[in-house]
């Protein structure tokens, strides 16, 4: 790889650090005439400057091409016949030139490189890279999305090869990276910031541009194993395969085709238990005994739907391992205690560590060569990817008919009746009322007797053990067809290209999600036992109850767009051409929701489906999810102009000046935004480099266009009637008079993210800078330090429930109660919640070392200082700095980091970088890869803590590659070789008690692929 001034795809110029991207349009008469006249013989007063240019140019391809050299010598399969005549195109710039010019920074990462860090997937360059702030572990259903600058990564642009995808339907915003097909990727190209005056709005935080391929010939092979040591899931399992026909070169046309598919399994917290050790979790206020009880497959039970855990038959003899466990309730360390023995579902064996996923991307692309310089290309793209969402065990809610199972005493499993024991009590037991539960005589001492069950009907929570973990299928489709032509017009070098882009996501659920009618059912005719495992008719009836596969939320996004670009030099300066480019794109995005499926939905006695005004779902019979959507088609159209201007005002000066326009037709909006940036080579081996901008994000049409609110759960404390000390954390508050416990505390609330017609919410616009420098002291060794920073005002953002739940007065207007004073939801959605300032210094570094007879050795590092990370999480409100620090604040999570998304919050560290250490000898290859990621301070442990430092992360990864065998790649490597867990944290936002977004739980991973080339 080389790092901005040393591009990864060839020869840069050093003046600018951009990397040469092979492309054939070399029969263009322009091009052939340019590269004549700038290699012509000179006047003599201008050799020595020739020769700068000229020595300098050597030096940037030396240092580029060495270790590509030597790995196509030592490895032949590895080259791909060249074609013969290159041009550029590179990311962050329109105009194609025969050498780079610019002063814009970019990263370039090849393929090979990311194989050789011993990644499996292209979350792991996300999660690595220091330029971005992505989340790893359980970031969310949607999938890995690289997010530039922390910003989130609705403000980063991810493009395939130079053109938009459709965006992820649900929320809009951004592409996940599951969709980039492996087998045909090339490169990785990573302008950070400072993007929107050439690719368009959504790019403030930058531009993640992924290059396949074009063209390939033959037939490759390719199958991946990945393991954790420790036992359990976590597995990875890969095939990809390319094949193509034709060659560019020789027969003007080229066709291939490349598959890849993913399998990932699932790892559950009991399959971690020495990472869920209850001695270190009690030192992080977790699971601190005893625990309260909660709905569990050994079922609490009562007289009355709000009183349903007074008693548990199954305490006694263990609550049955290890779905569910003994607890004597968590007010029985109070002095005086307070017992409430009974069950709790145990968390090691429904919650997952990692998700289970799995990845499916066909891509293919025909290529044709044109007499007189013109090229046409055809690209189709269908991926799609799963994720297995675990969403532990499922008990009704409030839009089932009751959130509470009864049981007859009709039942065979009734406490009592033979099957299930009679409950011990103590006290007045008159069959009418609830005496307390008899546990031994020193805490609960007096007359022992059977509980009085009087043939009264009992009533619990419950969910099925056998069943395991509920999970959801959430599928994501991502299909595209683009067709583009280049070439030459009248003296004016065009690109243009036509692209049609849908994706689709189907959220299904998978196992552990049955019907409450159904269940209600069973044991009403004592076909299932509420308090113990399920005997075989049990069994099979709860197999035969689940809504297998069954979709309840279907979302699609379009983006349809025609664009030209046309580019060609005016004058001759000091430098080179004056060379101008213009564009024009019309774009239309589009949205559709569907209406919730009806297939589970209640009807009322009028005979209609128990829908709200607006269509959305009120009584249904699945338990566990709310069938949810509202059919509505939404639109936007969007028309861009673009001029760019490359001044190469001397052979050491350059200037590239551009401007962008963007019509918004549903905003009623043009913007414009200009950038400006500058390079000077004051000695041969010094580059310094600036440039400012503007940018502009308008809000989605999901967002302002929103046809229904979107539905989330959580389970908390009422702020005002059940107040805490810590707010943000269940069952610490007190109810109010009036009310108690069951009604105002530790409740499972709704609260909407999205609402209903956001017409109010405004652009964000921004503003950034860069300046620095590359550096080549000695031959072979390269740095570049370069210095940034953005600020953005109108920050769209949402309004997060922590923030309402520690300040109930201000946020007032968003709780909305019912008539008896209870919470009926909370409103919690978009809307412009202050400024942004973010600064920070990206660094790089790389040596190649003098050739040895033990070999080829190079050392490179990649780095991100962040100097200052300041947010308002509101307009004119108090700034706040994120660098460094974790919090459950919830003002941290409303403007600051992934403002408006799910998911874990966002870590800003002080510092984070990728280094690697590389050999090379004949057909071996070594590698030995670093991520690194600086600790932060915990400002808010949870109660039981006092630990408020958050360790610094490191992982080592080791990749052997072996090309001795004819035609064949075999790859052996381990990651995390030093067994690196996530580091600790008390913060209650991670409920597990480690930061697993900063690292997988996986452990020390072995992996082989082996690749086989026809």
């Known amino acids: 790889m080389c790092r901005r001034i040393l591009g990864a795809t060839g020869p840069a110029n050093l003046r600018t650090g951009l990397p040469v991207q092979a492309s054939d349009l070399a029969n263009s008469k322009k091009h052939r005439r340019r590269r004549h006249m700038k290699y012509a013989p000179q006047p003599a007063k201008r050799q020595p400057a020739l020769r700068r240019a000229t020595m300098a140019l050597a030096v940037a391809v030396a240092v580029c091409e060495m270790t590509g050299v030597a790995q196509a010598q030592a490895n032949p399969q590895d080259s791909a016949p060249a074609e013969a005549v290159q041009s550029v195109v590179v990311t962050g710039s329109l105009i194609r030139r025969v050498a780079t010019e610019g002063a814009t920074p970019v990263t370039t990462i090849k393929a090979t490189e990311l194989e050789s860090r011993g990644h499996t997937e292209l979350k792991d360059l996300v999660l690595e890279q220091p330029q971005s702030l992505s989340l790893g572990t359980n970031s969310g259903a949607a999938g890995p999305m690289t997010n530039l600058r922390g910003l989130g990564p609705m403000r980063t642009l991810t493009l395939l090869n130079g053109r938009r995808l459709a965006n992820e339907p649900l929320q809009d915003q951004y592409v996940s990276v599951n969709v980039i097909p492996r087998m045909a990727l090339d490169r990785v190209e990573t302008l950070s910031g400072g993007a929107s005056s050439t690719y368009g709005a959504d790019a403030i935080g930058g531009v993640q541009n992924f290059w396949t391929k074009r063209g390939f010939e033959g037939v490759n092979l390719k199958a991946e194993y990945a393991r954790p040591e420790e036992s359990g899931g976590g597995k990875t399992t890969s095939f990809g395969a390319i094949a193509g026909i034709g060659n560019l070169g020789k027969d003007g046309w080229n066709a291939y085709i490349a598959i890849d598919h993913q399998k990932k399994t699932p790892l559950f917290q009991g399959e971690r238990a020495e990472q869920h050790d209850p001695d270190v979790l009690r030192t992080l206020g977790l699971g601190l005994l005893p625990d309260g009880r909660n709905p569990s497959p050994t079922a609490n039970f009562g007289f009355a739907r709000n009183a349903n855990s007074n008693y548990n038959p199954?305490?006694?003899?263990?609550?049955?391992?290890?779905?569910s466990r003994p607890t004597l309730g968590n007010q029985s360390a109070n002095t005086p205690p307070v017992y409430a023995p009974g069950c709790y579902r145990n968390p090691l064996f429904y919650n997952a560590v990692t998700d289970g996923s799995e990845i499916q991307t066909i891509a293919a692309r025909s290529s044709f060569n044109i007499p007189g310089g013109h090229k046409i290309d055809i690209d189709v793209l269908h991926s799609k990817f799963t994720v297995q969402k675990f969403r532990g065990m499922q008990v009704p809610g409030g839009t089932n008919p009751f959130t509470t199972y009864s049981l007859p005493s009709s039942s065979r499993f009734y406490p009592g009746n033979g099957i299930t024991p009679a409950v011990q009590v103590v006290g007045d037991n008159t069959g009418a009322n609830s005496p307390a539960m008899y546990i031994d005589g020193t805490r609960t001492p007096g007359t022992v007797s059977n509980l009085n069950m009087n043939g009264r009907t009992l009533y619990f929570q419950w969910g099925p053990a056998e069943l395991g973990s509920a999970y959801r299928n959430d599928e994501q489709t991502n299909d595209r067809v683009v067709l583009t032509a280049e070439g030459e017009v009248l003296g004016w070098d065009y690109r243009a290209g036509v692209n049609w882009g849908m994706s689709k996501r189907d959220t299904k659920v998978g196992g552990g999600y049955i019907l409450y009618s159904k269940a209600q059912e069973g044991f009403n005719n004592g076909t299932l036992n509420p308090f113990g495992l399920q005997d075989e008719a049990g069994a099979a009836y709860l197999r035969s109850i689940e809504a297998d596969n069954y979709t309840y939320r279907l979302n699609k996004a379009y983006n349809k767009s025609v664009d030209v670009t046309l580019s060609k030099g005016l004058m001759a300066l000091g430098g080179g051409d004056l060379t101008l480019a213009v564009a024009a794109e019309l774009r239309r995005d589009a949205a559709r929701t569907y209406d919730a499926p009806l297939d589970f939905v209640y009807k009322k006695a009028d005979g209609s489906y128990n829908l709200d005004a607006a269509g959305n779902v009120l009584q249904h019979d699945l338990v566990g999810e709310t069938p949810q959507g509202v059919g509505r088609r939404l639109s936007r159209d969007i028309a861009s102009l673009l001029a760019e201007v490359e001044a190469p005002i001397t052979q050491t000066?350059?200037?590239?000046?551009?401007?962008?326009?963007?019509?918004?037709?549903?905003?009623?909006q043009t913007t414009v935004n200009p950038r400006l940036a500058a390079s000077w080579r004051p000695v041969d081996n010094l580059l310094l480099r600036s440039s400012v901008s503007t940018g502009f994000r308008a809000p989605s049409i999901m967002d302002v266009q929103n046809p229904t609110a979107e539905v989330r759960t959580i389970d908390m404390d009422d702020p005002v009637l059940c107040p805490s000390g810590q707010p943000t954390v269940a069952g610490t508050g007190m109810p109010v008079a009036g009310y108690t416990a069951d009604q105002v505390c530790n409740v499972n609330t709704e609260y909407w993210t999205k609402s209903p017609d956001n017409s109010f919410l405004k652009p964000e616009k921004s503003r950034g800078f860069s300046f620095g420098f590359g550096y080549e002291p000695i031959r072979n060794l390269s740095v570049t330090v370069d210095y940034w920073g953005l600020k953005i005002k109108d920050v769209l953002g949402a309004v997060t429930i922590a923030e309402v739940q520690q300040d109930p007065a201000k946020y007032a207007s968003s709780i909305l109660r019912r008539p008896d004073g209870t919470i009926d939801h909370i409103v919690a959605s978009q809307a412009n919640r202050g400024m942004s300032r973010i600064r920070g210094a990206d660094v790089s570094a790389s040596y190649r070392f003098p050739a040895t007879s033990y070999g080829t050795f190079d050392a490179k590092?990649?780095?991100?200082?962040?100097?200052k990370y300041e947010f308002q999480s509101e307009r004119d409100g108090p700034w706040f700095t994120n660098i460094g620090v974790i919090t459950n604040d919830g003002r941290y999570g409303g403007a600051g980091p992934n403002a408006g998304l799910a998911g874990m919050p966002q870590i800003n560290p002080r510092w984070k970088h990728t280094a690697s250490f590389s050999w090379g000898q004949g057909p071996w290859r070594a590698t030995l890869s670093q991520r690194y990621q600086r600790g932060v301070t915990d400002l808010?442990?949870?109660?039981?803590?006092?630990?408020?430092?958050?360790?610094?992360?490191?992982?080592?990864?080791?990749?052997l590659r072996y090309t001795g065998i004819k035609n064949t790649t075999v790859s052996l490597g381990v990651n995390n070789i030093t067994e690196e867990w996530p580091p600790l944290t008390a913060n209650s936002v991670y409920g597990g008690g480690y930061v697993t977004s900063m690292a997988d739980m996986l452990g020390r991973v072995a992996r082989l692929s082996v690749e086989y080339k026809f």
Do not use: M
């Open 940 to 959: 808010t442990p949870r109660a039981g803590s006092t630990l408020t430092k958050v360790d610094d992360y490191s992982q080592f990864n080791v990749n």
């Open 861 to 867: 590092l990649d780095g991100t200082w962040y100097h």
């Open 653 to 668: 000066i350059s200037i590239n000046g551009a401007v962008r326009a963007d019509y918004y037709e549903d905003l009623k």
């Open 314 to 323: 199954t305490y006694a003899s263990g609550c049955v391992e290890p779905y």
